[in-house]
Nanobody, 126 residues
């Protein structure tokens, strides 16, 4: 079991930056693959970025170059640096964790993740 708590969301202007943090409980954080997803009003939850336990990194194609995911295993924390934010980035951002399983071949889907945080609101004003 792992508990996830996101922070760092807020209101930012078009073109601004935010860094989201996700603090995980437990002593086995380094064993988890971590991901960020987002959900805008009236839309389905969508993949943003993921980082495997070995440091492999994956991004949604349309976010690559603006968003950067990283992890600090000593702090049990995963980060999402978001630059050049746009109004269409407005959403609730969720942190997710999973113990890697051999039959799960992609971290780009919500179904790959077992544990979820409550989410943090990001609002980008135009």
């Amino acid at each position: 079991q792992v508990q996830l708590v996101e922070s760092g969301g807020g209101l930012v202007q078009d073109g601004g930056s935010l860094r989201l943090s996700c603090a995980a409980s437990g002593r086995t954080f380094s064993s988890y693959a971590m991901g960020w997803f987002r959900q805008a009003p009236g839309k389905e939850r969508e993949f943003v970025a993921a980082i495997s336990k070995s440091g492999g990194i994956y991004y949604a194609d349309d976010l690559k170059g603006r968003f950067t995911i990283s992890r600090d295993n000593a702090k049990n924390t995963v980060y999402l640096q978001m630059n050049s934010l746009k109004p269409e980035d407005t959403a609730v951002y969720f942190c997710a964790a999973t113990i890697p399983r051999p039959w799960v071949t992609s971290l780009r889907t919500a179904a790959a993740f077992d544990y979820w945080g409550q989410g943090t609101q990001v609002t980008v004003s135009s």
